[in-house]
């Protein structure tokens, strides 16, 4: 195909750092609406989109600045987003998987800004630019899953729990009798096994040995308040650095006394 020509921002920079991975034209805003892994929803201008014009012979390269972008959050990178196309007056919606798993949903109520996203965006921001527009537009989260490959999976001997662990780095709690996510906890590996300790090791059931890809092995303990108002959390109570490459596989002996890994 034809390659009309190589967008850029200002001083060379990339439209966004990292893979793009949403890609839409919006002609009721007059905007191309991209979406990376680096966790920005950028608006670009479909009238400089369509008029841009290079000479080939000097460069392919053609400056253009987004009218206006929206964060998602820190290691919150789009893996993968749909508008729904619905509407409910002037609101739009999205939905949005991220870089940790999060199935979100974006609700913008646009009616303070004629139906317009990037007018919603922009008057969020306030003119110093530090508006939570997150916050404006709404933004929930449906459900949280692993962001990649589930490296591990146990299931806790004194009740209907069950534990995951990721190569995205997070362990997961799971309720499989409600079939909801009870908790989670990141960590900056990726993990690799898990094991949920016996019951002879911890009559409580709520102790759990995970090992990561860089080797670690790391104890955690599954918090449980008397508040049942309060959500449960995962504690890190002890760390080891036992091997130099991933934990593959971890296992205890009968009686409790060791474990091997």
Same mark, same amino acid.
């Given at each position: 195909?034809?390659i009309?020509?190589?967008?850029?921002?200002?001083?060379?920079?990339?439209?966004?750092?990292?893979?793009?991975?949403?890609?839409?034209?919006?002609r009721?805003?007059?905007?191309?609406m @991209?979406?990376?892994?680096?966790?920005? #929803?950028?608006?670009w201008?479909? /009238?400089?989109?369509?008029?841009?014009?290079?000479?080939?012979?000097v460069?392919?390269?053609?400056?253009?600045?987004?009218?206006?972008? #929206?964060? $998602?959050?820190?290691?919150?990178?789009?893996?993968?987003?749909?508008?729904?196309?619905?509407?409910?007056?002037?609101?739009?919606?999205?939905?949005?998987?991220?870089?940790?798993?999060?199935?979100?949903?974006?609700?913008?109520?646009?009616?303070?800004?004629?139906? +317009?996203?990037?007018?919603?965006? $922009?008057?969020?921001?306030?003119?110093?630019?530090?508006g939570?527009?997150?916050?404006?537009?709404?933004? +929930?989260? $449906?459900?949280?899953?692993?962001?990649?490959?589930?490296?591990?999976?146990d299931?806790?001997?004194?009740s209907? $729990?069950? /534990?995951?662990?990721?190569?995205?780095?997070?362990?997961?709690?799971?309720?499989? &009798?409600?079939?909801?996510?009870?908790? %989670?906890?990141?960590?900056?590996a990726? /993990? %690799?096994? #898990?094991k949920?300790?016996p019951?002879?090791?911890?009559?409580?059931?709520? @102790?759990?040995?995970?090992?990561?890809?860089?080797?670690?092995?790391?104890? #955690? %303990?599954?918090?449980? %308040?008397?508040?049942?108002?309060?959500?449960p959390?995962?504690?890190?109570?002890?760390?080891?650095?036992?091997?130099?490459?991933?934990?593959?596989? &971890?296992?205890?002996?009968?009686?409790?006394?060791?474990? /091997?890994?």
């Amino acid at each position: 195909g034809f390659i009309k020509c190589r967008f850029t921002r200002n001083n060379g920079g990339l439209c966004h750092q990292g893979d793009v991975t949403y890609c839409a034209l919006d002609r009721n805003e007059g905007t191309l609406m @991209t979406g990376g892994v680096d966790g920005y #929803l950028r608006f670009w201008s479909l /009238a400089q989109v369509d008029a841009a014009e290079v000479d080939a012979d000097v460069t392919m390269d053609f400056v253009l600045e987004p009218v206006a972008e #929206l964060f $998602l959050g820190s290691g919150c990178g789009v893996r993968t987003m749909v508008d729904s196309g619905l509407k409910e007056g002037d609101a739009r919606f999205f939905v949005v998987v991220d870089g940790q798993g999060k199935q979100r949903l974006l609700s913008m109520d646009l009616t303070s800004s004629g139906g +317009k996203l990037v007018e919603k965006i $922009l008057s969020s921001k306030g003119e110093d630019g530090t508006g939570d527009v997150l916050a404006a537009l709404g933004d +929930k989260t $449906l459900k949280s899953y692993h962001a990649g490959a589930v490296m591990g999976v146990d299931a806790c001997p004194m009740s209907h $729990l069950a /534990a995951s662990c990721g190569a995205d780095g997070a362990v997961q709690i799971w309720d499989y &009798i409600k079939r909801s996510n009870v908790c %989670s906890r990141n960590f900056s590996a990726g /993990a %690799s096994s #898990l094991k949920w300790a016996p019951r002879h090791m911890d009559s409580t059931g709520r @102790t759990m040995i995970v090992g990561f890809a860089d080797g670690m092995l790391r104890t #955690l %303990s599954l918090g449980r %308040s008397a508040d049942p108002s309060k959500v449960p959390s995962i504690s890190l109570k002890a760390t080891s650095k036992a091997h130099n490459k991933a934990v593959k596989a &971890i296992s205890f002996t009968n009686d409790g006394k060791f474990m /091997a890994s």
